[in-house]
């Protein structure tokens, strides 16, 4: 499956913009790729993208995603050039837009990976087609890598992903990550997805006629200890108060409804996992980090081995 992404399986064939670019089989070959990537020794740095030049653009803060694509890129022997605050240190704080920023940064680089506050930011950048795109978040859009790391961590863990149930708990409105992994979870048998969010910030309903146009099951669900014993894998995220404006009204309702905290883990099946894609605030208790069905921080290191194969993919 080498050059997988090239060969037209995706709507926009030389960028990564949305989850509903991949199916199944690209699916499992990337992550057979993604374990070869993770066997590696820390130290191991390799030359397959020596000569080529990997820009990151974040018109918003970024530890995991931005510092993994870099690394990542440094560790095939790419060379990086980075705007980490591109919002207020790169020309756009002068008024450039998306399109003429790229036009002009495919011209120092081989690869654009691109952070931005607007949905459909990437996609902009991707239709010029002047360089390939990742999206890297935008806005309350889509995450795609952090869906395939999401992914790959579930695999990981469980060894199959068919037949699992997964609760998504949190933001699910303006949760980019939520958005990207539901996209992705159509592509195999999962036995249901619950949706466990405060009214305020509920799953928008055109996830869930997508889930439905793909035969997905799915259950809002109001009360989070209804379903803690029956779930496999807990997806936690956090509320995302920067969308919400001057609403304080809303932060109020959204915030402080779901923690996961030990008294509920003792309720969980002793092979859950819970994840987060983070950073996160209070919705996971500190205390529960140690207790061994904890995904979260192995997720965010799984983010490396994923960023290698993908750029290794559309770069190598
Ligand atoms: N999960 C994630 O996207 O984290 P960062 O915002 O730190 O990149």
Redesign the pocket.
């Known amino acids: 499956m080498e050059g997988a992404y090239m060969k037209g399986l995706f709507l926009y064939p030389k960028h990564l913009v949305a989850s509903q670019q991949f199916d199944r089989v690209v699916l499992d070959a990337l992550f057979d790729r993604v374990g070869a990537m993770e066997k590696r020794k820390p130290n191991d740095f390799q030359r397959q993208l020596q000569g080529r030049v990997v820009a990151t653009l974040f018109y918003e803060?970024?530890?995991?995603?931005?510092l993994s694509f870099e690394a990542a890129a440094l560790r095939l022997g790419a060379g990086v050039i980075s705007t980490e605050n591109a919002r207020e240190f790169s020309s756009a704080a002068k008024g450039e837009t998306i399109e003429d920023t790229i036009r002009v940064v495919a011209g120092y680089a081989d690869l654009v990976i691109i952070r931005h506050y607007e949905v459909g930011a990437a996609e902009r950048a991707a239709k010029l087609d002047v360089v390939p795109i990742i999206n890297a978040?935008d806005g309350t859009g889509q995450?795609p890598t952090?869906a395939l790391l999401d992914l790959y961590t579930i695999k990981k863990r469980f060894g199959y992903i068919d037949g699992l149930t997964v609760a998504m708990i949190g933001d699910l409105a303006n949760g980019r990550?939520v958005h990207s992994l539901c996209y992705l979870l159509t592509k195999y048998k999962i036995r249901k997805i619950f949706f466990v969010a405060p009214e305020v910030v509920a799953i928008r309903q055109d996830i869930k006629d997508f889930l439905t146009r793909h035969s997905v099951d799915f259950q809002e669900e109001s009360d989070l200890s209804k379903i803690l014993s029956e779930t496999d894998v807990f997806y936690q995220t956090r509320i995302q108060k920067e969308r919400f404006g001057d609403r304080l009204d809303l932060i109020k309702q959204a915030c402080g409804k779901y923690t996961i905290d030990l008294p509920m883990t003792r309720r969980m099946k002793s092979e859950a996992i819970i994840m987060h894609?983070?950073?996160r605030n209070d919705e996971i208790h500190p205390s529960v980090d140690s207790d061994h069905r904890v995904a979260y921080f192995e997720q965010a290191h799984n983010g490396l081995f994923v960023r290698e194969a993908v750029l290794l993919d559309m770069l190598g």
């Open positions: 803060p970024s530890t995991r995603t931005r978040g995450h952090q990550t894609p983070l950073p």
